[in-house]
């Protein structure tokens, strides 16, 4: 089948205006007489961890490597009893009309649709499916013996790995980014500087100050998703 555009979205502050990675850490947390977690020392890596992020400081395997050992901690059958909660609870509250049109328009031009993040593939694929994206290039893990291994699974889905994840999934159509015509990114975050800066149509949603202020300079579109709820983007 031929896709018209190559369509890339950001996740975490860009479809949603919460960070998936850091509220399923807190919800783990919340519900430590489940998951069997240390609930205030979870809480406070969670914190600091996404502090460094917010100063554009993280590396990219600190938060990675902290989210893996969680899910190594907790059977797999609680995991996805977790997360239906999780869903329910913390997800799909946040999921918000504008960004399901953006998603539904794409996808009625027969745009082939990409949920690209940095958050790990565990906590994203139940997310992405509820946008009716089939497409997700995430954080991989490591799975053995019917568990978790608190392992990476390839390069971080971070920053320019996300250049490097996305061009290895189009190998399998024999294809890269810089075939399509055209391709769009939508991203909240400067950390996705990278990517935004080699498809053909970078477009700063939900933008961080810093990401705001260069998408002016260099004439980038900018949408605010969830400030514009009642506005037809």
Known sequence: MKYNNLV?????????PIDSDYQWVNFLADNS???KLD????KDTNNQLMNLYNKNQLK???TAKFMLSLLAKIDVVKLAELHEIFMLKIIRPAIKKNAISLVKNHLKNNDICVIVTATNEFVTYPIARAFGIQNLIATKLEYKFGKYTGNLDGIINFQEGKIHNVNKWLEQFGQKISDFKCSYFYSDS???LPLLEIVTHPIATNPSLELRQLATKRNWKIIDLFTDEDKNI
């Open 8 to 16: 890339l979205f950001d996740l975490d502050n860009t479809l949603i």
């Open 33 to 35: 007489d489940i998951s």
């Open 39 to 42: 609930a205030n020392k979870i």
């Open 60 to 62: 990219a395997d600190q």
């Open 190 to 192: 400067l950390n996705d």
